[in-house]
């Protein structure tokens, strides 16, 4: 949807911002706030909704708030002193003054889009595999990581939007890990030879050759492993945020200690959506996402796993190693790391694309290690995967 006041259009779909038909540079957080007003354009929005909603309710400080509203006001305009867009109330909030228009009554009906496909097989030790297909055209494998659901995230706000760009152009196969999602729930081996048969056993039931991979985090040692042991099956490769070792690898101050302090908060804390351990656990993946955001994310770990096989699952990506097969890759290899990603270092993204031979590197700025429709850096990640990709359709 499109917000127009004053001389500003704020389009939350694209997540920019204009005003007098030039585009305007903003910080995520900026953006949420205007967003934020111009939803509730005419209505007092307290400063627990700002925090609340900006900061997820952590607490900040008020020259951190005062510097975000500083700067929503530069953006449209405005400044402190006139405040002829953004009204300040005084220990209350703020209320956007200006009357508002959108594009909704314009829009015309999304179109009707296929479903998914859903469909299960066997790994080849017997677990059981849900996978799905959507999309049409030339096939593209999406490796599972840790966490999805097929279904809600056919669904998420967050997910969506790549899942049908990656489908607009590409038969988008894509399936649930072993102990996740609609997959088999027992979680007997969750070793990376394990987490590549169900990968491979997927390909097969779907009928595929030779096909690329787009992999994500803890899928990226995933497709790592297959490339370099299936050359013949990978056309090409995308690793978003991914890693070849663990932390217990290339970490020299890993300890167990710490690790099983982590395990004991999943499995205390990971039912209970609205516990402190769940917002922080999200957040450590992505620090700038909105409420709305979180929130979704939190319902999908909760649906995808238990709690037990959630701590399971984090403590074996702490030793997975895969450094050895990168030098076997021979697929046109695309790496796209996140600058300050807090869960696998930038560091990885390149050890990464510098033993791939002639692989390509995209460094992003973005604190993210999920990426999310709200960041600016989104298009750019998902800009470069369709570009690689259809260059070996």
């Known amino acids: 949807m499109k917000f127009t006041f004053a001389d500003c259009v704020l389009d939350a779909e694209s997540y920019s911002l204009a005003r007098n038909g030039q585009p305007v540079a903003v910080e995520p957080q900026v ?6 007003l111009a939803r509730n354009a005419g209505r007092l929005v307290t400063k627990d909704q700002i925090v609340e909603e900006i900061w997820n309710g952590r607490i900040v400080s008020e020259a951190t708030i005062s510097a975000r509203v500083n700067a929503a006001r530069t953006a449209v305009g405005d400044n402190g002193k006139d405040q002829k867009v953004i009204r300040t109330v005084t220990r209350r909030g703020l209320e956007l003054i200006v009357p508002v228009t959108t594009d909704a009554e314009e829009r015309p009906a999304p179109p009707s889009k296929a479903p998914q496909t859903f469909r299960f097989t066997r790994s080849s030790d017997g677990t059981r595999i849900a996978y799905a297909a959507s999309g049409s055209g030339p096939p593209v494998m999406r490796a599972g990581h840790f966490l999805t659901h097929l279904e809600k995230d056919w669904r998420s706000p967050v997910w969506r939007p790549y899942l049908e760009a990656l489908g607009a152009g590409h038969t988008l196969i894509r399936y649930d890990q072993r102990g996740t999602g609609l997959s088999d729930a027992r979680l007997t081996n969750i070793s990376v030879e394990s987490y590549a048969s169900d990968l491979l056993a997927v390909a097969d039931a779907a009928g595929l050759e030779k096909f690329p991979i787009v992999a994500s985090s803890q899928g990226a040692p995933v497709a790592i492993r297959v490339a370099a042991t299936h050359p013949d099956r990978v056309s090409r490769l995308v690793l978003y945020g991914g890693f070849a ?19 004991t908060m999943i499995r205390n804390g990971w039912g209970n959506p609205k516990s402190a351990f769940m917002t922080a656990f999200t957040t450590l993946f992505c620090p700038s996402a909105s409420r709305a955001e979180l929130d979704n994310l939190v319902e999908i770990q909760l649906a995808s796993t238990s709690p037990e096989n959630a701590a399971r699952i984090r403590a074996g990506i702490d030793h997975i190693d895969v450094s050895s097969d990168l030098e076997k890759v021979r697929a046109p290899t695309l790496v796209i790391h996140a600058s300050n990603d807090s869960v696998h270092p930038v560091s990885q993204g390149r050890l990464v694309a510098a033993t791939i ?9 973005s604190d993210n290690h999920i990426y999310l429709p709200s960041d600016p850096a989104w298009k750019t990640i998902v800009d470069a995967q369709l570009e ?3 260059r070996g359709d």
Request: no cysteine; proline share 3%.
């Open 357 to 365: 031979e002639g692989a390509e590197f995209l460094q992003v700025e």
């Open 388 to 390: 690689f990709l259809i």
């Open 31 to 36: 953006f949420d706030l205007l967003l934020l």
């Open 245 to 263: 070792q663990g932390r217990a690898h290339r970490d020299p101050d890993f300890g167990e200690a710490e690790t099983d302090a982590l395990l």
